[in-house]
């Protein structure tokens, strides 16, 4: 048995080397390089297309708490309106009898409606917090659309960039560096608008 190899490695790693380089083994590494770089923008940017959508969400979920909660308080803004109304008729039926209404009668429709005024600021309050939450929340989502469209774009310029590492098609390739650009554009102008 030689202690050497038949064959002159040395000679044949230099043959597979050149041709490599001959078959585009430069081009190759581009590719693998760019379509590398894309997938870690896409995995960032579906992070913040989740991200962003979560809190959302949350936003909106807080929203319609806020909705519930005015709701709530017109509810018992009505509810004293209706305490006051019968009060009030109450005093009616007194002075259409030709008396005096009692003192806490008129004591009662009066603290009635300040009552509903009080809760009617409240009522509003909550109203303006809930639309505040869903503005924060839509703009959430204006941006979650964003960084899905750049996701989307990543993907399709790393599917590209596949398909010209397997035709060995430069065109192609700038193709796909080309929505890989555009993706990230699309994902920068998303995140710098936080």
Same mark, same amino acid.
């Given at each position: 048995?030689?202690?050497?190899?038949?064959?002159?490695?040395?000679?044949?790693?230099?043959?597979?080397?050149?041709?490599?380089?001959?078959?585009?083994s430069g081009?190759?590494?581009?590719?693998?390089?760019?379509?590398?770089?894309?997938?870690?923008f896409? %995995? !960032?940017?579906?992070?913040?297309?989740?991200?962003? @959508?979560?809190?959302?969400?949350?936003?909106? &979920? #807080?929203? +319609?708490? $806020?909705?519930?909660?005015?709701?709530d308080?017109?509810?018992?803004?009505?509810?004293?309106?209706?305490?006051? %109304? !019968?009060?009030?008729?109450a005093?009616?039926?007194? @002075?259409?009898?030709?008396?005096?209404?009692? &003192? #806490?009668? +008129?004591? $009662?429709?009066?603290?009635?409606?300040?009552?509903?005024?009080?809760?009617?600021?409240?009522?509003?309050?909550?109203?303006?917090?809930?639309?505040?939450?869903?503005?924060?929340?839509?703009?959430?989502?204006?941006?979650?659309?964003?960084?899905?469209?750049a996701?989307?774009?990543?993907?399709?310029?790393?599917?590209?960039?596949?398909?010209?590492?397997?035709?060995?098609?430069?065109?192609?390739?700038?193709?796909?560096?080309?929505?890989?650009?555009?993706?990230?554009?699309?994902?920068?102008?998303?995140?710098?608008?936080?």
């Open positions: 048995m030689p202690e050497q190899p038949e064959v002159e490695t040395e000679k044949l790693r230099e043959a597979v080397a050149e041709e490599l380089e001959r078959e585009g081009f190759l590494r581009s590719i693998a390089l760019t379509t590398a770089i894309l997938a870690a896409a %995995a !960032v940017a579906s992070l913040q297309a989740g991200g962003t @959508a979560n809190e959302a969400l949350v936003l909106k &979920t #807080e929203a +319609t708490r $806020r909705q519930a909660e005015a709701s308080q017109w509810a018992y803004y009505q509810a004293k309106g209706i305490k006051s %109304a !019968v009060s009030e008729a005093e009616a039926a007194y @002075a259409a009898a030709g008396k005096q209404p009692p &003192t #806490e009668l +008129t004591d $009662r429709v009066a603290r009635y409606q300040r009552e509903q005024e009080e809760i009617k600021k409240t009522a509003e309050e909550k109203e303006k917090e809930r639309d505040k939450l869903s503005a924060e929340g839509d703009e959430l989502m204006h941006r979650h659309h964003g960084f899905a469209n996701v989307a774009l990543f993907q399709v310029s790393i599917a590209l960039g596949a398909l010209a590492a397997l035709t060995r098609a430069r065109p192609v390739w700038y193709g796909s560096l080309g929505l890989g650009a555009i993706g990230l554009v699309m994902f920068a102008r998303h995140l710098l608008s936080a």
